[in-house]
């Protein structure tokens, strides 16, 4: 029987891509979810699928970005199933895709409100119901870009290099003061999700100007670099939780990277801009 059967799961960012193919891989072993997402309509299709699997489900419009909305949900997810064993800080967003002269700050304020104080908020609002659990796991969605930076990416490597420390200090926490909360960051390589065109929707919802070439390196991220399937994604990162895994690189394209910046931490700046220029300029 899957060690996360019958344990009470919570996932933000359930609306689409990793998020809502985590919820589902969980609902399949046996896993009662509570999802929430920004996204009212994708939210209720994974909420439908779940119900689908026979699995329980308590699905609630959530910004994780807003601090006192995720304290007051954690509050409802207690009350709803009476405890939480794992917590799957997932909701996050691509950034602009600007250069740091470019980004203003409302660019910053956007993904690290999102990508870095989403998972602050989510810790910090579940924290204490895990290790009332007597069996938590906190996982907590890093990237690629926590362990290697690239340009036009500032606030996004920001965000996720931050998730990485936040995430690795937490596990220390959790083993010097003897909590039973064991601590995941994920490192996804590219998958196959909407992450890129929805900020590129977003930039032209806000008005700001999008040129050809970011039109055209987004273009190229997907076709070239968002490869593996969401659910294939969810099940390495499941995987991975199942035998406790304090870090799970999910592809080997993240594999490549995290050797390639150990062994040539001075080299490998240069080598993406190579790759920047051959692969995804326009
Ligand atoms: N797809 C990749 O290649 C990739 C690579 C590395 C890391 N990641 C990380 O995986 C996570 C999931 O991304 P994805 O690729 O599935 O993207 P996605 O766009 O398919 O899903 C992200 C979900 O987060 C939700 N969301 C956005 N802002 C939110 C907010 N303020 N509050 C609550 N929900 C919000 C969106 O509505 C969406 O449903 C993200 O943290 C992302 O940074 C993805």
Excluded: W
């Excluded at 304290?71 to 409802?76: E, I, L, N, R």
């Excluded at 938590?136 to 930076?149: D, F």
């Excluded at 991220?221 to 969810?234: E, I, V």
Aim: charged share 20%; aromatic share 4%.
């Amino acid at each position: 029987m899957s060690s996360v059967c019958d344990k009470v799961a919570v996932v933000t960012g359930a609306g689409s891509g990793i998020g809502r193919q985590l919820a589902l891989e969980l609902a399949r072993r046996g896993a009662r979810l509570a999802v929430s997402d920004i996204n009212e309509s994708g939210l209720a299709e994974t909420a439908g699928q779940i119900t689908a699997i026979g699995a329980e489900v308590h699905a609630a419009p959530l910004d994780v970005s807003d601090r006192a909305a995720v304290h007051a949900y954690a509050t409802t997810v207690v009350t709803q199933f009476g405890v939480v064993h794992q917590l799957y800080n997932n909701a996050g967003v691509a950034g602009l895709g600007n250069t740091v002269l470019e980004n203003d700050e409302a660019a910053y304020d956007r993904t690290l409100g999102i990508n870095l104080f989403g998972v602050i908020h989510g810790t910090t609002a579940f924290l204490p119901h895990l290790i009332a659990s007597g069996d938590g796991h906190v996982v907590n969605l890093s990237s690629l870009n926590g362990i290697m930076a690239q340009a036009r990416s500032s606030d996004y490597c920001a965000s996720k290099f931050a998730v990485r420390g936040f995430t690795e200090s937490l596990r220390a926490e959790m083993l010097l003061d003897n909590h039973p909360v064991r601590v995941t960051v994920v490192h996804p390589g590219g998958v196959k999700t909407n992450i890129a065109t929805a900020s590129l929707a977003y930039a032209q919802q806000q008005g700001r100007a999008v040129s050809q070439d970011r039109q055209a390196r987004v273009r190229n991220y997907n076709d070239k670099l968002l490869k593996m399937p969401a659910d294939q994604a969810a099940r390495i990162v499941v995987n991975g939780v199942e035998a406790g895994k304090p870090r799970i690189l999910v592809g080997s394209d993240v594999k490549a990277v995290d050797l390639m910046v150990r062994l040539l931490p001075r080299l490998y700046p240069r080598l993406t801009v190579l790759f920047e220029r051959r692969t995804l300029s326009g």
